[in-house]
């Protein structure tokens, strides 16, 4: 008898079980704020110099006499608007003026004070720390430091969980999270917040991780589907809690402790929460395991043998070796394939979400907007990915999302603010598609790979998509090295034809949509060649080996999206 007919027995989805997954939802949800801290706590407001010797100088206009010795210091970049890294040196140049009062003919220098526009943010770290022109890269490279504690910490939460349990595991990472997102408000400098900030990217991996596992092992295989999708919607539900502290708060401490404080309340929660029946009969804890599913089984109003777990067999899985992968070269083109797919959908994916600012537009709504289109966008593949097919569903979905992105080069080059709510649409239609691929591109993975490195191919998948997380900071960063419109229109194309190369390539790829899942390495090779003769018949769709989403959607829920990057 395998572990899970034992729900059969207990209730696959019972009170017991539907009580202690709300408190992994919330705990779910208050985590998703953290991946998306470094849109407001690093928020880049616009900023130019402070005019010298003027303490009390402000961004905004405080009058005319002001006006005019912003325009005396302050010289105008070629789109007319504030140079931000640059004054006039007035003193050292012979300078005479024009009918503007800006200086004709005068030299510029580099600044080292500035005045922000608080009309986003009263004060973010980029304000504090005056991450700014010289030092705008610093930003980026935060951003990346963040997304390689989440690679660290995938690896290290996982390890811990198998060896200490997951009860433990996620009350460690809980105490975790909250203290190094609450040191994280009280950064003194640069070092100290990016070091926090790998600390919390670190741990928020591992309370994704554990709490999906956590959650999933305790929930029988017909409700499976069902609870894994409830739960991988409240990752954009805490999103939107994130915009609503930092809509009302505007500073960064405020925003760190709104977003921090919550995870004292889910380590209280936590406490009172079962292990895993699965891990401790898998350790060899046979007897505690059964005392918690006849508490389970009691809770959820059945009756359950003392005798349940004498004849349950849990099935052995030994780690493949990922050279493998590329052992033939049909199998080590797919892996490279795929290995970029994820890639790009986690690039593109983090790119759109985490850079509103080089959006048009208000930036609080174009961050609404921004984790909304989530919920179609994982919701899509559902609904279509066994009517399509994975590669042509997959194939749709990046190809119309990067042909939405690269159409901004003709909005931003030709319409410019005329029409920024449109270039915001195609942005926004790159992120939604970019969400269904990232959730397509995992079931064809998953099916592509032979049993045998089935582990290993989707492990080491996940970590280039944590690549494509640590690289996106960078192309966003383009747009200022070229600057004006094309600068403008420069990330998003990139994004887009990043897409576009990703569909194409896909398209060599076979098709697993009701195909048999290749199970040894002479399969994989196979795979592709003699295709058709692994084409089934309808009434053959019940088979375990079967590709079909049923069997693989409880597992593409557990994708790292809208949580784990």
Known sequence: MKFDDI???????????????????????????????????????????????????????????????????????????????HLFNIDQSAASFDNDSRPINASKTKCSAWVYDKTLF????????NLVCDNKYKISLSKTIFFAGVFSGSFCFGMISDLIGRK????????????????????????????????????VAGVFMTTYVLAMEWVGPSRRTYAGIIMTFFGPVGDLYALLISYFARDWFWILLGVSLPFAILFLLYCFLPESPRWLYGTGRKKEAGLLLEKAAKYN????????????????????????????RRLGVR????????????????????????????????????????????????????????????????????LACLSTIFTVNYG???????TTALAMLGKLFAAAGSVTIYVLSAELFPTAI???????????????????????????????????????????GACLLAALLTLILPETLHQMLPETIED????????TNWIIMSQELDDPKVCNLEKWRGMLIGRESSGIP
């Open 335 to 402: 892996t490279v394939i795929i290995y970029f797919n994820w890639l790009v959908t986690s690039m593109v994916f983090y790119g759109l979400s985490l850079n509103t600012g080089i959006l048009y537009g208000d930036y609080y709504i174009n961050f609404l907007i921004v984790v909304l289109v989530e919920f179609p966008g994982h919701a899509l593949p559902l609904v279509m990915i066994d009517r399509l097919g994975r590669k042509r569903s997959y194939f749709i979905y990046m190809g119309v999302g990067g």
């Open 7 to 85: 729900f059969k027995e207990i209730g696959e989805f019972g009170p017991y079980q539907r009580r202690n997954y709300v408190v992994l939802m919330f705990g779910w949800m208050i985590t998703g704020p953290i991946m998306v801290l470094s849109v407001f706590v690093m928020g880049n407001p616009g900023h130019r110099c402070q005019i010298p010797g003027l303490g009390n100088d402000t961004y905004a206009i405080q009058g005319p006499n002001h006006n005019s010795l912003v325009h005396k210091y302050i010289p105008l970049d070629v789109d007319g608007l504030y140079d931000k890294c």
């Open 454 to 496: 089935r582990n290993v191919g989707m492990g080491s998948s996940s970590s280039w998509g944590r690549v494509g997380g640590m690289i996106f900071p960078f192309i966003a960063d383009t747009a200022d090295l070229v600057g004006g419109r094309s600068g403008t229109a420069l990330p998003l194309s990139i994004f887009g």
């Open 524 to 531: 994989g090779k196979n795979f592709a060649t003699g295709q």
């Open 301 to 328: 109003g059945k009756e359950a043998s003392s005798k349940l777990l004498d004849n349950v067999v849990l099935e052995k899985k030994e780690a493949g070796k990922i050279w493998l992968l590329f052992s033939d």
């Open 168 to 203: 433990k595991t996620l009350l460690i990472g809980v105490l975790f999270q909250l203290a190094s997102t609450l040191a994280l408000a009280w950064s003194q400098n640069y070092l100290m917040y990016v070091l926090l900030r790998f600390c919390t990217g670190a741990a």
């Open 416 to 422: 410019g603010q005329d029409l920024q709510y449109l």
């Open 122 to 129: 009263y004060e973010t770290f980029v304000m504090k720390e």
